[in-house]
């Protein structure tokens, strides 16, 4: 099983998923984006502990979800999809 890190998203060439749980804004970003955003951040962190570094740029929650999608259509699929 591939464990669920930036290192993964990077291998795999997938943009990192994240959903607010609270207004359901979404975004994908590319893990050097992300990377490069934070010291604190390298490829071996899990995505649960990204989770916790950031916040909803709508509403400042940061009750994130944070996956990583199996391939880029799906990341396209999951921004492209409303509510
Ligand atoms: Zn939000």
Known sequence: ????????????????????????????????????????????VSLVHVSRLLKCGDCGSKALKVFRPPDRDAAADFIATEL
């Open 1 to 44: 099983m591939i464990p669920e890190n930036i290192r993964a998203c990077q291998s795999t060439d997938v943009p990192i998923c994240v959903e607010c749980l609270n207004c359901h804004h979404k975004a994908v970003m590319e893990s050097e984006y992300l990377l490069s955003r934070s010291a604190r951040l390298h490829p071996d």
